[in-house]
């Protein structure tokens, strides 16, 4: 953690460096900001698991503050609706965690075809919801798996640095050598070429970081850093098509330079169940 913080701060000076003649940029507010987001990160790791609860109940709630201003409706019911969706997966993991997975599956893939069939803000502003409280229903499960208390919290650091990492690997390569779009409707700014940034960087951290804390050998580390990568980029895309149907740039301004909290969980959204069901499968 020391060495991501270094490697931070390198960055910093870099960017500070190379931008010294110019108005800050995206780049150095993307920078700066993780300087807000890895100390909250490090404290959840920190205080594991009770720490991982908390935050994983406080990204919930904060997205829900975010949604609500772009939901449209009654305050009283958007709440009531948050609250039934919140209590109701953690009622789900604690009374049937065998079948929580399964309904919560089940209730996205329902949300998303009334999306799909019947668009509109509130139906995006519950889909990305019921997404939101499942994948941090699945960061509470990580201390369950059957690795052992010390390996278990290796793999939520390396999810949480993967993915991270991935994004500004995305970033930093579409900045400098995109030109091919991928869905330009959708994000103009979301091109091969950083996709393919993000792939190259989620491979050297997911072997790097991944031989450094055992988690495994080179190919399945490779093999996880592919599915990962591509999962953190279709997350990111996912909630960039809300927000383009929301006319909406950021969904808040609450991180500076990066927006709110969903703007920066989007792709955790995904990598979180998805590095969750390949461990699950490799026990």
């Known amino acids: ?102 309904i919560i599956i089940v209730a996205i893939s329902i949300q998303a075809f009334r999306c799909w069939y019947q668009p509109g803000a509130r139906q995006i502003v519950w889909l990305l919801m019921l997404m939101t409280a499942g994948a941090m229903y699945v960061l509470t499960m990580f201390p369950d798996l059957p690795f052992g208390s010390r390996q278990n919290l290796a793999w939520l650091f390396y999810l949480f640095m993967l993915t991270a990492l991935n994004d500004i690997g995305q970033f930093v390569a579409g900045k400098l050598f995109g030109h091919y779009q991928i869905a330009s409707t959708i994000s103009p700014n979301k091109t091969w070429e950083g996709l393919a940034g993000g792939i190259l960087t989620s491979q050297l951290v997911s072997i790097g970081l991944g031989t450094y804390l055992s988690l495994g050998d080179s190919l399945v580390l490779a093999t996880y850093a592919l599915i990962l990568s591509i999962a953190g980029f279709t997350g990111d895309l996912i909630f960039s098509a809300a927000k383009r149907y929301l006319s909406i740039k950021d969904f808040s301004a609450l991180i500076p330079g990066h927006g709110g909290i969903l703007d920066r969980v989007d792709s955790l959204v995904l990598t979180a169940p998805f590095l969750y069901c390949l461990l699950c499968s490799a026990e």
């Open 1 to 102: 953690m020391l060495a991501l913080y270094g490697l931070l701060a390198a960055t910093s000076l870099w960017v500070r460096l190379a931008t010294r003649k110019a108005a800050p940029g995206m780049l150095s507010h993307q920078v700066n900001a993780w300087w807000r987001i890895f100390p909250l990160v490090s404290l959840a790791l920190l205080a594991y698991p009770a720490g991982l609860v908390a935050l994983a109940y406080l990204v919930y709630l904060l997205a829900c503050v975010e949604l609500e201003s772009h939901y449209g409706g009654r305050r009283v019911g958007f709440w009531m609706g948050a609250g039934t969706i919140g209590l109701g997966v953690s009622w789900l993991g604690l009374q049937h965690p065998s079948d929580a997975h399964s």
